[in-house]
């Protein structure tokens, strides 16, 4: 070992601060620790000095405040400002406070579920990530090896390292025998870097080859991981889609229920005013004004819908649930909307779109031969040559093959394992003798067996270094299609040492593989419907445009548009790069920073976008994008910290599927925005009608009560529990800026809450059929309005033209609705003093129930003139 003290190392030292961004400790500064490990003295020395291997969680919110932002709603604001002049009027008056307390019931309702199910995922995060914290890793303590947590490891510790293994901290290697590392994490690059001795190697990567010894310069936060993971604590997310949309809703109601309250009170106090006997005292106009005043509040409470949080809150509950269920660990609720949203995903390539895995893709033999003795044919040599010539080996774990050491090598290691050949065999009955292992510049490696009295040497590597040693030198064309389809082309040949054990002049070719990760079979289908559905894909990767071209085009991701590199891409302007966004379709030889540039010009275009990442410096872009989506498998802790989702399979699939539940869930909250929306607006004016034309107000308090907010509650889950249907991926994004009432939703709610209000006018007017007394027609009135609701709930399962099967998909609603059935006959037959009602007879029942049926005409009359079809689906 050189010198601690050397130019070379100073200068590595001083590149590391630079290039990297990190704080180590310089390697000469860990002489006094050496190779032979650290005392338990010294452990403990060192822990208290520099820290632990831990990254110090983001700095979450407190669990109150965390229940307290679930208040910052826009609904739930108008809400409590109803609670409130509830409470006032109802003791002012020395009313009930039944109906603030059940305005304030729902409000508590959304906003406890909303906090339970997000703390709930927030609980199965953290023990993911704890899991990873308590790897066993390999040091020298006390001058013996010794097997700690990686939550242990302290600078100084001299750690073993092998191929397989993640570098559980920063340092330098001190011992570096053919060690190779996956440092994608931090590059994009998924290439393995060579590494030699007193180079830095940095946490968070991976061995994939060779074995060797580093010493620990930094812990936790100090190190690049910890310290990018420290810059996300500050960072704020994009408001996402459905929140501008309910925050404009918002407004758009209370502006509604403000100016009906307005119109009230110049009702009230026009009649009290102008009538022939005005108030005089000021006790009297006191006694208008208050009176005005709790009209006004009644009717703002109609007109605020006191369900949509509820409705909201359970949709994406339910949601979150399925889509965990579907592989994607959801960690912010509202993520569940926006994925729906999405116009733009930026996926990575490597596990994502391919299986992570390197195969043999093809070959210039059919299948690998059994050897049985000296090699005899091209297939024999080259099934040797793959089994013995390697140093990686495959493990069997749970079922599974998993690989150690080089990946190339284990492809081709499971290649010889589908042909029913035994590798372990062969090695042991032909051991190599002498292995010159693979560099970068030799492009090759070689192996030295002994056959009875003669001594073979095994050559793999780059086509045309090895065509180069051979005679006859073979035809190389047929392997341009091999790099044109992505693959890395391996060639095989062998030769006979010379009695003195020179290597032979030239050698023999016997053939050569095409290596490639697979793309998984199911993406291209998914590209296809993501495609479909109006999103754009496009792929990051840090492979070359070669081989990122080649996946595209079998994914289906590239078709008409360009292939740009990293480096090219952020020498642009700010204002170039919304130009050429558009059409990039393959960002290749990339940097995460250039994800994190791609992810805010496609935003400053006006596009929703998802990002999936699984390295540490994919967090920035994660954390950025509008829906941020980390692997749950490969991904770092870092990355998954600042996602939204976790794809727990690491596969492109899956995103396309929580696509599909999140439009499904958008479409869930316009079902019940038309059925509640249609119900206040309906009841509204009634309630503010009525008495201007002189007739008995249409509802009592309690009775209001019932129909905005229990009722309500209830066709939220029966609303909000509609399956989604295959159409849904079949139309484009709604865009940002779009409504979250469609012009067909605003026609029907309008028409429908036309005909309630003109049946329901003459309804008091000229009276109910079969209704004997006043009080008949007065319960009447409130029971078939009810009805009327259910079977308008009927209507909005089809939204937009699309009706659901009758029965299937949602064999929640009708439960809920007869729920509502039953509950509505039990408020009539035996609640009387509480709800103004009297018992009606079964026959009257019939009556209400088949003169409230026709509503289920109103919605296929609609799709008639807006020449919408009814689809089923």
Same mark, same amino acid.
């Given at each position: 070992?050189?010198?601690?003290?050397?130019?070379?190392?100073?200068?590595?030292?001083?590149?590391?601060?630079?290039?990297?961004?990190?704080?180590?400790?310089?390697?000469?500064?860990?002489?006094?620790?050496?190779?032979?490990?650290?005392?338990?003295?010294?452990?403990?020395?060192?822990?208290?000095?520099?820290?632990?291997?831990?990254?110090?969680?983001?700095?979450?919110?407190?669990?109150?405040?965390?229940?307290?932002?679930?208040?910052?709603?826009?609904?739930?604001?108008?809400?409590?400002?109803?609670?409130?002049?509830?409470?006032?009027?109802?003791?002012?008056?020395?009313?009930?406070?039944?109906?603030?307390?059940?305005?304030?019931?729902?409000?508590?309702?959304?906003?406890?579920?909303?906090?339970?199910?997000?703390?709930?995922?927030?609980?199965?995060?953290?023990?993911?990530?704890?899991?990873?914290?308590?790897?066993?890793?390999?040091?020298?303590?006390?001058?013996?090896?010794?097997?700690?947590?990686?939550?242990?490891?302290?600078?100084?510790?001299?750690?073993?390292?092998?191929?397989?293994?993640?570098?559980?901290?920063?340092?330098?290697?001190?011992?570096?025998?053919?060690?190779?590392?996956?440092?994608?994490?931090?590059?994009?690059?998924?290439?393995?870097?060579?590494?030699?001795?007193?180079?830095?190697?940095?946490?968070?990567?991976?061995?994939?080859?060779?074995?060797?010894?580093?010493?620990?310069?930094?812990?936790?936060?100090?190190?690049?991981?910890?310290?990018?993971?420290?810059?996300?604590?500050?960072?704020?997310?994009?408001?996402?889609?459905?929140?501008?949309?309910?925050?404009?809703?918002?407004?758009?109601?209370?502006?509604? !229920?403000?100016?009906?309250?307005?119109?009230?009170?110049?009702?009230?106090?026009?009649?009290?005013?102008?009538?022939?006997?005005?108030?005089?005292?000021?006790?009297?106009?006191?006694?208008?004004?208050?009176?005005?005043?709790?009209?006004?509040?009644?009717?703002?409470?109609?007109?605020?819908?006191?369900?949509?949080?509820?409705?909201?809150?359970?949709?994406?509950?339910?949601?979150?649930?399925?889509?965990?269920?579907?592989?994607?660990?959801?960690?912010?609720?509202?993520?569940?909307?926006?994925?729906?949203?999405?116009?733009?995903?930026?996926?990575?390539?490597?596990?994502?779109?391919?299986?992570? +895995?390197?195969?043999?893709?093809?070959?210039?033999?059919?299948?690998?031969?059994?050897?049985?003795?000296? @090699?005899?044919?091209?297939?024999?040599?080259?099934?040797?040559?793959?089994?013995?010539?390697?140093?990686?080996?495959?493990?069997?774990?749970?079922?599974?093959?998993?690989?150690?050491?080089?990946?190339?090598?284990?492809?081709?290691?499971?290649?010889?394992?589908?042909?029913?050949?035994?590798?372990?065999?062969?090695?042991?009955?032909?051991?190599?003798?002498? +292995?010159?292992?693979?560099?970068?510049?030799?492009?090759?490696?070689?192996?030295?067996? %002994?056959?009875?009295?003669?001594?073979?040497?095994?050559?793999?590597?780059?086509?045309?270094?090895?065509?180069?040693?051979?005679?006859?030198?073979?035809?190389?064309?047929?392997?341009?299609?091999?790099?044109?389809?992505?693959?890395?082309?391996?060639? $095989?040949?062998?030769?006979?040492?010379?009695? %003195?054990?020179?290597?032979?002049?030239?050698?023999?070719?016997?053939?050569?593989?095409?290596?490639?990760?697979?793309?998984?079979?199911?993406?291209?289908?998914?590209?296809?419907?993501?495609?479909?559905?109006?999103?754009?894909?496009?792929?990051?990767?840090?492979?070359?445009?070669?081989?990122?071209?080649?996946?595209?085009?079998?994914?289906?991701?590239?078709?008409?548009?360009?292939?740009?590199?990293?480096?090219?891409?952020?020498?642009?302007?700010?204002?170039?790069?919304?130009?050429?966004?558009?059409?990039?379709?393959? =960002?290749?030889?990339?940097?995460?920073?250039?994800?994190?540039?791609?992810?805010?010009?496609?935003?400053?275009?006006?596009?929703?976008?998802?990002?999936?990442?699984?390295?540490?410096?994919?967090?920035?872009?994660?954390?950025?994008?509008?829906?941020?989506?980390?692997?749950?498998?490969?991904?770092?802790?870092?990355?998954?910290?600042?996602?939204?989702?976790?794809?727990?399979?690491?596969?492109?699939?899956?995103?396309?599927?929580?696509?599909?539940?999140?439009?499904?869930? $958008?479409?869930?909250? +316009?079902?019940?925005?038309?059925?509640?929306?249609?119900?206040?607006?309906?009841?509204?004016?009634?309630? $503010?009608?009525?008495?201007?034309?002189?007739?008995? @107000?249409?509802?009592?308090?309690? %009775?209001? =009560?019932?129909?905005?907010?229990?009722?309500?509650?209830?066709?939220?889950?029966?609303?909000?529990?509609?399956?989604?249907?295959?159409?849904?991926?079949?139309?484009?994004?709604?865009?940002?800026?779009?409504?979250?009432?469609?012009?067909?939703?605003?026609?029907?709610?309008?028409?429908?809450?036309?005909?309630?209000?003109?049946?329901?006018?003459?309804?008091?007017?000229?009276?109910?059929?079969?209704?004997?007394?006043?009080?008949?027609?007065?319960?009447?009135?409130?029971?078939? $309005?009810?009805?009327? +609701?259910?079977?308008?709930?009927?209507?909005?399962?089809?939204?937009?033209?699309?009706?659901?099967?009758?029965?299937?998909?949602?064999?929640?609603?009708? !439960?809920?609705?007869?729920?509502?059935?039953?509950?509505?006959?039990?408020?009539?037959?035996?609640?009387?003093?509480?709800?103004?009602?009297?018992?009606?007879?079964?026959? %009257?029942?019939?009556?209400?129930?088949?003169?409230?049926?026709?509503?289920?005409?109103?919605?296929?009359?609609?799709?008639?003139?807006?020449?919408?079809?009814?689809?089923?689906?």
């Amino acid at each position: 070992m050189c010198s601690l003290s050397c130019e070379f190392c100073r200068n590595s030292h001083e590149l590391i601060q630079h290039d990297h961004g990190i704080t180590m400790i310089p390697l000469q500064d860990l002489a006094q620790y050496g190779k032979d490990g650290l005392s338990s003295e010294s452990v403990l020395e060192s822990r208290t000095k520099y820290g632990k291997n831990e990254l110090t969680p983001p700095k979450r919110i407190p669990v109150w405040k965390q229940y307290l932002e679930k208040y910052q709603d826009p609904i739930i604001r108008i809400l409590l400002v109803a609670v409130v002049l509830s409470a006032v009027v109802a003791l002012l008056e020395g009313n009930s406070l039944i109906d603030t307390i059940g305005i304030a019931l729902a409000v508590i309702l959304a906003t406890t579920i909303a906090f339970l199910t997000e703390y709930r995922s927030n609980r199965e995060f953290d023990a993911l990530n704890a899991m990873r914290e308590d790897t066993a890793v390999k040091v020298i303590r006390n001058n013996s090896p010794s097997t700690i947590p990686m939550r242990d490891v302290v600078v100084g510790d001299a750690i073993l390292l092998e191929a397989g293994d993640m570098v559980p901290a920063d340092g330098y290697l001190l011992v570096a025998s053919d060690i190779e590392t996956d440092e994608s994490a931090f590059t994009g690059e998924s290439e393995p870097v060579k590494k030699n001795d007193h180079e830095v190697i940095l946490k968070g990567s991976y061995i994939t080859n060779g074995r060797g010894t580093m010493i620990a310069a930094a812990v936790g936060d100090l190190t690049k991981m910890g310290m990018i993971a420290s810059s996300l604590i500050e960072g704020t997310r994009p408001e996402t889609p459905l929140q501008v949309k309910l925050k404009d809703l918002a407004h758009l109601i209370s502006k509604f !229920g403000y100016i009906m309250a307005g119109l009230i009170i110049a009702l009230v106090l026009a009649q009290e005013f102008l009538s022939g006997a005005p108030p005089q005292t000021p006790l009297e106009i006191f006694s208008v004004l208050l009176h005005a005043c709790m009209f006004a509040v009644v009717i703002i409470v109609v007109s605020v819908p006191e369900g949509l949080p509820v409705s909201v809150t359970v949709s994406l509950a339910l949601t979150m649930g399925k889509m965990t269920r579907a592989k994607s660990l959801v960690r912010r609720m509202i993520a569940c909307e926006t994925v729906g949203s999405v116009t733009v995903i930026c996926t990575d390539k490597t596990g994502t779109l391919t299986m992570n +895995q390197m195969e043999v893709a093809a070959s210039s033999i059919e299948v690998p031969e059994e050897i049985m003795g000296y @090699p005899s044919a091209p297939a024999e040599w080259i099934t040797l040559n793959a089994a013995v010539n390697s140093t990686a080996e495959l493990e069997h774990s749970g079922g599974k093959m998993i690989t150690v050491g080089n990946s190339t090598e284990a492809a081709l290691l499971r290649w010889l394992h589908r042909a029913g050949i035994a590798y372990p065999d062969i090695r042991k009955a032909i051991p190599p003798i002498h +292995q010159d292992f693979f560099n970068s510049k030799k492009k090759q490696m070689s192996t030295i067996v %002994q056959f009875g009295d003669k001594q073979v040497i095994l050559v793999k590597g780059a086509p045309e270094i090895i065509a180069s040693r051979c005679s006859p030198a073979p035809d190389l064309k047929n392997l341009h299609h091999l790099a044109e389809r992505a693959m890395r082309t391996l060639a $095989f040949a062998h030769g006979t040492l010379s009695p %003195q054990g020179d290597e032979p002049e030239a050698l023999i070719w016997d053939g050569y593989v095409g290596i490639r990760d697979e793309v998984r079979p199911d993406v291209p289908e998914a590209v296809k419907t993501c495609n479909n559905a109006g999103i754009t894909v496009k792929m990051v990767t840090g492979d070359s445009p070669e081989t990122g071209a080649a996946i595209a085009r079998e994914t289906g991701i590239l078709t008409s548009g360009s292939i740009m590199t990293g480096p090219e891409f952020r020498e642009l302007s700010e204002e170039k790069r919304r130009e050429v966004v558009r059409d990039i379709q393959v =960002l290749a030889r990339s940097e995460p920073h250039d994800k994190l540039l791609l992810v805010k010009a496609l935003q400053s275009n006006g596009d929703v976008v998802a990002v999936t990442g699984d390295g540490t410096n994919d967090a920035p872009a994660l954390r950025n994008a509008d829906v941020g989506l980390a692997m749950g498998i490969a991904g770092t802790e870092v990355a998954r910290e600042a996602s939204d989702i976790i794809l727990l399979d690491d596969s492109f699939p899956t995103i396309e599927r929580a696509v599909w539940w999140g439009r499904a869930l $958008f479409e869930n909250i +316009q079902r019940f925005l038309i059925f509640q929306l249609t119900i206040n607006i309906s009841a509204a004016i009634l309630t $503010f009608t009525a008495p201007l034309l002189g007739l008995k @107000p249409p509802f009592t308090i309690i %009775q209001l =009560l019932w129909i905005n907010i229990i009722m309500d509650s209830l066709a939220a889950l029966a609303l909000c529990s509609e399956a989604p249907h295959p159409a849904l991926m079949s139309k484009k994004p709604i865009p940002r800026t779009a409504s979250v009432i469609t012009p067909y939703m605003k026609r029907a709610i309008l028409i429908t809450a036309g005909i309630y209000i003109v049946a329901g006018i003459a309804g008091l007017w000229a009276g109910l059929p079969c209704m004997e007394t006043p009080e008949q027609q007065a319960t009447a009135f409130f029971a078939g $309005f009810v009805l009327a +609701q259910v079977w308008n709930g009927i209507n909005c399962r089809g939204i937009n033209g699309i009706m659901p099967p009758l029965f299937k998909g949602n064999p929640v609603f009708y !439960g809920i609705m007869g729920l509502i059935v039953v509950i509505q006959i039990l408020i009539v037959q035996f609640g009387g003093e509480i709800f103004d009602t009297v018992p009606l007879s079964p026959v %009257q029942w019939i009556v209400i129930g088949l003169g409230t049926m026709p509503v289920l005409l109103i919605w296929p009359l609609l799709r008639i003139i807006t020449h919408k079809p009814v689809r089923s689906e």
